[in-house]
């Protein structure tokens, strides 16, 4: 009870319906000859032997309540009155407007999850957050190593804010030397999974890169609520394909040793048995400067971009979902990862640790071209 009291928005009618019953009271009590003067002159001389006028007055009240409707017929006209006056000398109907502009703030506190209109453009600016822990009502932050095995890497995340924070106006995930869950190091890993996902558009993420021999810095859709299943294709066994049913799209992808390079991927469960389709693109200090990478997802083409200039793309060329599934939803993956069947071919470089992806925003806007 006293948290609702407490509320900025009940404050009003605390003091409405307060103010409506001092005043229905008071009209109870002298309105055979009511008049405001009558009444300051009775009340400076009541004020004067307090304890006589609580006698009386709770006295009269009774005699009141039993006796007749007079108490009604005050409380509804003051009432009337009061909010009266209320609303020409506080604006109107600005306290109904505050309050139902709390509604949705409320809701929003109980929901677990904030949702991201995908029909709009949205861009969310690291730089307007505040330093610390990342928004989990927008993301969600990894902790334990089940998907650094996958790639048999050698971290483990966690959601501490050492590994997962906004600081000085940039998401950062640094990995670091540190013995956790059995693993040798430490780093973070974040997705949009029940807040964000898309079938056709453009999204961007602006980055800059970790460097070092070692370093896997990504950022990558799955799909939201897989399609289809197993069972739906008789003729695909490969159980080491069988993740790529629903189809994988990497558009951030750097490994250390592949220096200023980041490579591409549309994955689908017939595309892995065909063997690496990469075209890398390039970039100019990845490491100490900024970058927009992004993708851009179509009913019949998906283009991979950096700083806005198109430089891979894969073309539908089958409706057989084995060849092209990204028909569906997909939600964002940004990770830092060390080591692994990829990144860890040539070793760790420790010198450079700790190692820090930073992102400044990330950006989406949904697709003009259906075609």
Same mark, same amino acid.
């Given at each position: 009870?006293?948290?609702?009291?407490?509320?900025?928005?009940?404050?009003?009618?605390?003091?409405?319906?307060?103010?409506?019953?001092?005043?229905?009271?008071?009209?109870?009590?002298?309105?055979?000859?009511?008049?405001?003067?009558?009444?300051?002159?009775?009340?400076?001389?009541?004020?004067?032997?307090?304890?006589?006028?609580?006698?009386?007055?709770?006295?009269?009240?009774?005699?009141?309540?039993?006796?007749?409707?007079?108490?009604?017929?005050?409380?509804?006209?003051?009432?009337?009155?009061?909010?009266?006056?209320?609303?020409?000398?506080?604006?109107?109907?600005?306290?109904?407007?505050?309050?139902?502009?709390?509604?949705?703030?409320?809701?929003?506190?109980?929901?677990?999850?904030?949702?991201?209109?995908?029909?709009?453009?949205?861009?969310?600016?690291?730089?307007?957050?505040?330093?610390?822990?990342?928004?989990?009502?927008?993301?969600?932050?990894?902790?334990?190593?089940?998907?650094?095995?996958?790639?048999?890497?050698?971290?483990?995340?966690?959601?501490?804010?050492?590994?997962?924070?906004?600081?000085?106006?940039?998401?950062?995930?640094?990995?670091?030397?540190?013995?956790?869950?059995?693993?040798?190091?430490?780093?973070?890993?974040?997705?949009?999974?029940?807040?964000?996902?898309?079938?056709?558009?453009?999204?961007?993420?602006?980055?800059?890169?970790?460097?070092?021999?070692?370093?896997?810095?990504?950022?990558?859709?799955?799909?939201?609520?897989? *399609?289809?299943?197993?069972? #739906?294709? @008789?003729?695909?066994?490969?159980? !080491?394909?069988? =993740?790529? +049913?629903?189809?994988? %799209?990497?558009?951030?992808?750097?490994?250390?040793?592949?220096?200023?390079?980041?490579?591409?991927?549309?994955?689908?469960?017939?595309?892995?048995?065909?063997?690496?389709?990469?075209?890398?693109?390039?970039?100019?200090?990845?490491?100490?400067?900024?970058?927009?990478?992004?993708?851009?997802?179509?009913?019949?083409?998906?283009?991979?971009?950096?700083?806005?200039?198109?430089?891979?793309? *894969?073309?539908?060329?089958? #409706?057989? @979902?084995?060849?092209?599934?990204? !028909?569906?939803? =997909?939600? +964002?993956?940004?990770? %830092?990862?060390?080591?692994?069947?990829?990144?860890?071919?040539?070793?760790?470089?420790?010198?450079?640790?700790?190692?820090?992806?930073?992102?400044?925003?990330?950006?989406?806007?949904?697709?003009?071209?259906?075609?």
């Amino acid at each position: 009870m006293f948290h609702i009291i407490s509320e900025p928005g009940a404050q009003p009618y605390i003091v409405l319906v307060s103010g409506t019953v001092f005043v229905g009271l008071t009209y109870l009590l002298y309105s055979d000859n009511f008049s405001f003067s009558d009444y300051r002159k009775m009340f400076i001389r009541r004020t004067k032997k307090a304890g006589l006028a609580f006698n009386k007055f709770f006295k009269t009240l009774k005699r009141k309540l039993y006796k007749n409707r007079q108490f009604f017929y005050g409380a509804a006209f003051s009432a009337i009155v009061f909010t009266a006056f209320s609303f020409i000398s506080a604006g109107g109907l600005s306290h109904f407007t505050e309050t139902a502009s709390i509604a949705p703030v409320a809701s929003a506190s109980v929901a677990t999850k904030t949702t991201l209109d995908s029909s709009k453009a949205w861009k969310y600016d690291f730089s307007t957050q505040q330093n610390g822990a990342l928004d989990s009502k927008i993301f969600n932050i990894e902790n334990g190593p089940t998907k650094a095995n996958y790639n048999n890497e050698l971290e483990t995340f966690t959601n501490r804010t050492d590994n997962v924070r906004v600081q000085d106006g940039v998401l950062v995930l640094e990995a670091k030397p540190e013995n956790k869950d059995s693993k040798a190091y430490t780093s973070g890993r974040i997705d949009t999974h029940g807040s964000f996902s898309f079938t056709y558009g453009t999204l961007e993420i602006e980055a800059k890169l970790p460097k070092g021999n070692g370093t896997w810095p990504a950022a990558w859709l799955m799909p939201a609520s897989p *399609r289809y299943q197993a069972a #739906d294709f @008789p003729s695909a066994i490969d159980q !080491n394909r069988l =993740y790529t +049913l629903n189809g994988e %799209l990497d558009f951030l992808e750097s490994v250390g040793y592949l220096h200023n390079q980041n490579i591409p991927a549309a994955h689908s469960y017939n595309s892995l048995a065909q063997g690496d389709q990469y075209t890398p693109g390039f970039t100019t200090n990845p490491y100490d400067e900024y970058h927009r990478y992004g993708i851009v997802k179509t009913p019949n083409l998906i283009e991979f971009t950096i700083d806005g200039k198109v430089y891979a793309s *894969r073309v539908k060329t089958s #409706d057989d @979902p084995l060849s092209w599934p990204f !028909n569906q939803p =997909y939600y +964002l993956i940004i990770n %830092l990862s060390l080591g692994g069947k990829w990144a860890g071919k040539y070793g760790i470089d420790t010198s450079s640790a700790p190692w820090q992806y930073m992102i400044k925003s990330i950006s989406y806007s949904p697709s003009t071209n259906l075609k």
